[in-house]
């Protein structure tokens, strides 16, 4: 296997019920993983993950530990399997299973952490007050655009930028809506409000970050072994400060996901592998630069298909 290969792992929205029961089946190391998050969680997860209710699961407490413990055994899975990264990035809550991947985290720490994360999410506005939108087929300047104008009717603020015509937005309701017109006016093929229970990434949620910041005090972080990189600065995160300051940041700050991609091509990278339920940072690839290989284990199936390709 020739020229590097990338590691990425999904965030909130990825998760499905079923996720991970086939891993776990056919694999003691991805079982190890649901065992694990279970006993650190003391709630079971393994059977969240494998029963549902799809309700509980879509809870943002609940989410985030699943999908990070399915992420993660599926990482394990692939090292049994030899396949190891040459660098790793996670989008969002992705994050913390790009760092637990990199040896930065330990698995049971980051997977209570990211259950408090998401406690914090829900926290930090009430429901109904905040909002998040998709623009598509419009270019980041002219997203940035409407952004702009749309900031008098409230807060607004650029969430992720998840392909070069894809962006998505974050902020007060009413802003957002307003917002995502004025960007059909600026001409956007479409704008989608998304199924989501909160601002995320947009300064609505400094409340939680500053939970975070005290949360992060407690848990020892170390100098990642693998390139990992950030979502708030699309560079390497190296020290221990470093990461704790890009995870505070990042849950009112910008994913700039086509960015880190973009530093990964100049790196050489031959190949990507989306890690975890769902398939959207493949999908992601295909919009941002056809000419890299996109890959994704989320059951037997993707893995044997993937194990092929390679």
């Not at 259950?115 to 419009?138: D, H, S, T, Y």
């Not at 070069?164 to 989608?192: H, M």
């Amino acid at each position: 296997m020739s020229g590097k290969t990338a590691f990425l792992f999904p965030g909130q929205g990825a998760q499905k019920v079923g996720m991970g029961a086939e891993l776990v089946k056919e694999f003691s190391a991805a079982k190890e993983v649901f065992d694990a998050a279970d006993e650190a969680l003391d709630l079971d997860i393994s059977k969240l993950c494998f029963e549902g209710p799809a309700d509980e699961l879509k809870q943002t407490e609940n989410t985030q530990p699943a999908i990070l413990t399915m992420s993660i055994a599926v990482y394990e899975v692939l090292k049994e399997k030899g396949i190891q990264p040459d660098t790793v990035a996670g989008h969002s809550l992705g994050e913390y299973s790009a760092l637990v991947a990199a040896g930065a985290l330990d698995f049971k720490s980051a997977v209570k952490l990211v259950r408090k994360r998401g406690q914090f999410m829900e926290e930090a506005v009430p429901a109904g007050e905040g909002a998040m939108g998709a623009v598509i087929g419009l270019k980041r300047e002219g997203v940035q655009e409407a952004v702009k104008e749309g900031s008098r009717f409230g807060i607004v603020e650029l969430a992720n930028y998840n392909t070069p015509i894809q962006t998505v937005i974050s902020g007060e309701k009413e802003a957002v809506e307003k917002t995502l017109e004025l960007a059909e006016d600026t001409g956007a093929k479409k704008t989608v409000l998304l199924d989501v229970s909160g601002p995320f990434h947009s300064s609505l949620m400094k409340s939680a970050g500053d939970k975070l910041a005290a949360e992060l005090e407690k848990i020892e972080i170390s100098e990642p072994e693998l390139p990992v990189m950030a979502n708030v600065t699309a560079d390497y995160v190296e020290t221990p400060d470093e990461i704790k300051k890009a995870l505070i940041d990042q849950l009112s700050g910008s994913v700039y996901w086509v960015d880190i991609i973009e530093l990964m091509i100049d790196n050489n990278l031959d190949r990507v592998i989306e890690a975890g339920p769902g398939r959207t940072l493949k999908s992601f690839m295909r919009r941002i630069d056809r000419s890299i290989t996109a890959l994704n284990v989320r059951n037997l199936s993707s893995l044997e298909k993937t194990l092929q390709k390679l």
